[in-house]
């Protein structure tokens, strides 16, 4: 029992700044405050406080369950992972298609397709002008 409990309290070398600013990321991107998606995961609202004030490293756990909240993973979060991409991460496009309904996913899967399909055509529209110069 003693020995599980440390596993889940020890999360190793850990940018607290990087994390903190990475929670804020997502949240902004999932539209909800820092303090609501500690609480509503089950971090703990006092998480980012307790780091920024006490230096406390928060759990395995709750760093997980934070990172699910916010569509995401835990490498993502702690900074592990640059995803290098200027649009939003690509986990929470999948979480915000996730929440549609099956009929709301195939208008979406219909429309991007269509996208798809035209940028398609510029691109070969825009490749046959430039070998005419």
Do not use: H
């Not at 996913?105 to 691109?123: R, W």
């Amino acid at each position: 029992m003693w020995i599980s409990t440390i596993a889940k309290e020890v999360i190793l070398p850990l940018d607290k700044e990087l994390f903190v600013q990475n929670i804020k990321k997502y949240c902004v991107a999932k539209g909800v405050k820092p303090t609501i998606a500690c609480r509503e995961s089950g971090a703990g609202i006092n998480l980012i406080n307790k780091m920024e004030s006490r230096g406390s490293i928060p759990s395995v756990e709750k760093v997980q369950l934070l990172a699910q909240y916010l569509g995401t993973t835990t490498s993502e979060l702690l900074g592990e992972d640059d995803p290098g991409l200027d649009g939003p991460a690509q986990p929470y496009l999948v979480m915000r298609y996730n929440s549609l309904s099956p009929e709301s996913q195939d208008k979406l899967m219909t429309f991007l397709e269509y996208l798809v399909a035209e940028e398609s055509k510029k691109n070969v529209s825009d490749s046959d002008t430039r070998k005419g110069e």
